[in-house]
């Protein structure tokens, strides 16, 4: 499998597959058009560019969660009795948002 990743959408997955489909066909034919593996290798190219930025902005987001949940473990840290409630829900929101965005660039497959 390739190490790039490529985000395709719908309709470029079906354009894709019926390609695909069809360069097989031609292939059991022994004709293959090399029109098909040029428009394959355009699709291949627009989505392998949307799923460099949408990485990048993934890890850029998560960057982000990791600075606030220490801000607000410093804050924890920091603060005085009457705002240690509001600090520690200020942490648990921060984790929550950390762990929200490992999770989406664990499902991404970055």
Known sequence: MSEVYRSYTPAEKRKRAWL???????AAADAVDPKIER???RIDAAAEERGRLEAA?????????????????????????????????????????????????RRAGL
Do not use: F
């Open 39 to 41: 428009q394959i290798d």
């Open 20 to 26: 695909i489909l069809r360069g097989v066909r031609q």
């Open 57 to 105: 902005a993934l890890h850029r987001q998560n960057e982000k969660a990791q600075a606030e949940l220490a801000t607000a473990k410093a804050a924890v840290r920091a603060a005085s009795r009457a705002d240690k409630a509001a600090a520690r829900t200020a942490l648990a929101q921060a984790e929550k948002r950390a762990r929200a965005t490992a999770q989406a660039i």
